[in-house]
């Protein structure tokens, strides 16, 4: 758990934004996915990076819940 956190603390020092820049939705029932590409620019430096995303949704007690999310950086080759 600390280690989570850290990497959320540190992510956020970075003052990320966000923008979503390739979005595949599949949409079931009583669950949604989410995947795609994105880019986030950090407002403490200005650097640019690109990753992969995935969430999963599931409408559980009358709402909607993240049962799923995966990130990671997009591998410079494929770039």
């Not at 970075?14 to 996915?33: A, D, M, R």
């Not at 909607?64 to 591998?75: D, E, G, L, T």
Request: proline fraction near 3%; charge should be negative; charged fraction near 20%.
């Amino acid at each position: 758990y600390d280690l989570i956190q850290d990497y959320f603390v540190g992510f956020l020092k970075k003052k990320p934004q966000g923008e979503i820049l390739e979005s595949n939705v599949t949409i079931g029932h009583n669950w949604c996915q989410d995947a795609g590409i994105y880019e986030f620019t950090m407002g403490a430096t200005g650097d640019k990076v690109k990753g992969r995303y995935s969430f999963v949704y599931v409408y559980e007690d009358g709402q909607w819940k993240i049962a799923h999310h995966h990130s990671s950086v997009m591998p410079e080759s494929i770039l």
